[in-house]
């Protein structure tokens, strides 16, 4: 079965510390792999897209990297902002235009 | 503003009375979806439309209607709404499947 798994549930850091969310999936066979924000009540924003060529991918302060082996991504974010309290969700998506979504990872940032 | 609009926003609705979810486009973009959002779950695919009178069935279709007339909307219907239908529900498009999707701001339905 296709499954998109996000680590951690949650993350709480103090603000201008980095992170790093992880994301391992199952979907076969894949098409690309995307990165969202979602801020709490709102539709989420992409953050990056990624092919299976591609090996890594920034948006300014976040990084995402694609393990297509490994089947595993994860996105970091440099010097984390109070903007940046938000839920992360892993998307991927396969050759059928079905998209398997993570349940998302919860990252709160702290003053 | 290039943006994805739905309405309402907020919507609460007895069981049984039909109601329909407007969403628009105003990037000229082919391919929409509609999404429902529950708590501890990932977004979950109801329909989607890949071009005008395109439409097929994503992982959570049953109770849902949609139809794509036109290119900038797709409304999403509930013929006879139940209380499981309560959910936060995203409409989003892009110019294909393969490239970025824009939200809308979402619709909170409660059907009591």
């Known amino acids: 079965k296709n499954q998109v798994e996000q680590s951690p549930q949650s993350l709480i850091i103090l603000e201008g510390k980095n992170c790093t969310l992880q994301c391992n999936y199952t979907v076969s066979p894949f098409s690309n792999l995307r990165w969202y924000k979602q801020d709490t009540g709102r539709g989420p924003v992409s953050l990056t897209i990624?092919?299976?060529s591609e090996n890594t991918k920034s948006n300014g302060r976040y990084t995402a990297t694609l393990d297509a082996d490994t089947k595993q991504s994860s996105l970091h974010i440099t010097a984390s902002q109070l903007s940046d309290s938000a839920s992360y969700i892993c998307?991927?998506?396969?050759?059928?235009?079905?998209?398997?979504w993570g349940a998302g990872t919860k990252l709160i940032i702290k003053p | 503003e290039a943006q994805v609009t739905q309405n309402p926003r907020y919507l609460i609705t007895v069981t049984g009375k039909k109601l329909t979810v407007t969403c628009s486009q105003n990037m000229n973009h082919e391919y929409m979806s509609w999404y429902r959002q529950d708590p501890g779950l990932g977004l979950r695919q109801i329909y989607y439309?890949?071009?005008?009178?395109?439409?097929d069935k994503g992982d959570v279709p049953e109770g849902y209607k949609v139809s794509r007339k036109e290119k900038r909307n797709f409304p999403l219907i509930l013929e006879s709404p139940s209380p499981n239908q309560t959910s936060l529900y995203f409409c989003a498009s892009s110019f294909t499947g393969n490239t970025e999707a824009f939200f809308g701001q979402g619709t909170r339905l409660t059907v009591v």
């Open positions: 990624m092919t299976f």
């Open positions: 998307v991927v998506k396969d050759s059928n235009y079905q998209l398997i």
């Open positions: 439309s890949m071009n005008v009178e395109v439409t």
